[in-house]
């Protein structure tokens, strides 16, 4: 079975029209805010139809700032296309972009316009969904994610379908690791005809080599068939909303 249903899909540029084809809704990366803290709206590529608004993180520099402006103008451009919701893709902290993520938690839930922030900024926000990547390199996604909606509340979690593909040297001091392109791993995995395995609490495959220097490495990855896995835990846990960018995702869809 396929989990789709509740899939949104993230895109910008000539990928939207691909992605709406699809049917399911589509997260349009289509706002941003000028040097002057204007609202700036970048023609969308296909029809508005099952869209969600997604504005990106506000300039390092502001030459002048109006929080109640530029929240009053998203919420009429989100009435105007009858969005079904706004995405702030915000990753800086700042005092400023505060200050607006707290208007627009505000304004946004007055007039019913569902609101979803990463959740590195959930100290700003009292009513947006949270995003929480399911990129993990330890752990238990479903125990990540059902720990967080034991704190915030399960109607406000929702998830950021990240594939990973990343070499982590043993022992690793970095969450991160290697990033891997997939011709990169499959290369790997071919010179060093390792098995690949699959795990369950990380909800990814992995295999593992010794290089030249004889230090062992940890590949962790995502294919089609995790991503169908991990879309199957979230459903699992009541996870209402997955985000998934395109075509990374473009797997995911169901042809029917």
């Given amino acids: 079975m396929v989990f789709t249903k509740n899939l949104i899909l993230v895109c910008t540029g000539r990928d939207t029209v691909r992605a709406v084809s699809s049917g399911l809704p589509v997260l349009h990366l289509c706002l941003t805010v000028t040097e002057t803290g ?7 590529q296909t029809s508005p139809a099952r869209c969600l608004l997604g504005i990106r993180d506000l300039p390092s520099h502001l030459t ?6 530029l929240v009053a103008d998203l919420v009429y451009e989100a009435r105007r296309v009858s969005a079904l ?12 972009v505060r ?5 627009m938690d505000a304004a946004l ?3 019913g316009i569902p609101f979803y922030v990463p959740i590195a900024c959930q100290r700003s926000v009292v009513h947006a969904v949270l995003t929480v990547e399911t990129a993990l390199s330890g752990g238990s996604l479903v125990e990540h994610i059902t720990s967080l909606q034991s704190l915030h509340g399960a109607s406000r979690v929702a998830a950021f379908l990240k594939p990973v593909s990343n070499d982590f040297v043993l022992p690793s001091a970095s969450p991160d690791g290697n990033p891997l392109s997939p011709s990169e791993r499959a290369a790997l995995l071919n010179q ?10 990380l909800c990814a495959k992995y295999f593992t080599y010794s290089d030249e220097e004889n230090r062992a490495h ?3 990855f995502d294919d089609d068939s995790t991503l169908h896995a991990k879309l199957a835990q979230l459903s699992g846990c009541g996870v209402q909303t997955v985000f998934a960018l395109y075509p990374d995702a473009a797997g995911l869809i169901n042809p029917s």
């Fill in 192 to 201: 060093t005809g390792s098995q690949v395995f699959f795990s369950r609490e």
């Fill in 218 to 220: 940890f590949v962790l």
């Fill in 109 to 111: 839930h007055e007039v």
């Fill in 38 to 44: 204007a609202l700036r709206r970048l023609q969308l």
């Fill in 99 to 103: 200050a607006v993520l707290g208007a």
């Fill in 64 to 69: 002048a700032f109006d929080p109640e402006r």
């Fill in 85 to 96: 919701g706004i995405f702030a893709d915000f990753e800086r902290d700042t005092p400023q």
